[in-house]
T-cell receptor, first 114, second 113 residues
Framework: DVKVTQSSRYLVKRTGEKVFLECVQDMDHENMFWYRQDPGLGLRLIYF???????EKGDIPEGYSVSREKKERFSLILESASTNQTSMYLC?????????????FGPGTRLTVT | GDSVTQMEGPVTLSEEAFLTINCTYTATGYPSLFWYVQYPGEGLQLLLKATKADDKGSNKGFEATYRKETTSFHLEKGSVQVSDSAVYFC????????????FGTGTKLQVIP
């Protein structure tokens, strides 16, 4: 059974803290993605990576950075968390040639910044 | 840029009713089209997909047909069950020759017994 796992289901952090969200996939996928999901806005792409050490900005990269040192792991970093980053964060992966192939999602991390 | 528009919810239906969730898209090129479903407390999972015009995707009694002439990919099911209660997302990828996926805002479906 294919799997995308995320390090935490729920996380509470204080304003200004550095936050790390980890994602691991076991499908040997080339592509990995980070989204945030907010009511009424659907999913918005923050960053994606199509290879180790490669990254591309998505639609809303401001305030975030990413790291991909190994193929199976993709980390999202909030350098200095702010209350407007309170959201559900979803990680996904897909095979290369991704427009033909579906994305596989993790269960999500609900982050609250106080 | 690419965009996906789907009907606003929530949609409330009685068990065994017919379901339609409308989805239209704007894209360059020849995108693939997807429906994802998100059950409460979970991530998204693929429900069905179609990769070229006139293709019909189907799964678990749901189906959708890729209509290039109307740029639509409406989701239908003949008889919904309580267990179908979830949020449904229409999505496209490859419109710009790109591996990025563009999602609609989601439609919440509630099925009551």
């Amino acid at each position: 059974d294919v799997k995308v796992t995320q390090s935490s289901r729920y996380l509470v952090k204080r304003t200004g803290e550095k936050v790390f969200l980890e994602c691991v996939q076991d499908m040997d996928h080339e592509n990995m993605f980070w989204y945030r999901q907010d009511p009424g806005l659907g999913l918005r792409l923050i960053y994606f990576s199509y290879d180790v050490k490669m990254k591309e900005k998505g639609d809303i990269p401001e305030g975030y950075s990413v790291s991909r040192e190994k193929k199976e792991r993709f980390s999202l970093i909030l350098e200095s968390a702010s209350t407007n980053q309170t959201s559900m964060y979803l990680c996904a992966s897909s095979q290369s040639g991704g427009y033909l192939y579906e994305q596989y999602f993790g269960p999500g991390t609900r982050l609250t910044v106080t | 840029g690419d965009s996906v528009t789907q009907m606003e919810g929530p949609v409330t239906l009685s068990e065994e009713a017919f379901l339609t969730i409308n989805c239209t898209y704007t894209a360059t090129g020849y995108p693939s089209l997807f429906w994802y479903v998100q059950y409460p407390g979970e991530g998204l999972q693929l429900l069905l997909k179609a990769t070229k015009a006139d293709d019909k995707g189907s799964n678990k009694g749901f189906e959708a047909t890729y209509r290039k002439e109307t740029t639509s990919f409406h989701l239908e099911k003949g008889s919904v069950q309580v267990s179908d209660s979830a949020v449904y997302f229409c999505a496209l990828s490859g419109g710009g020759g790109y591996q990025k996926v563009t999602f609609g805002t989601g439609t919440k479906l509630q099925v009551i017994p």
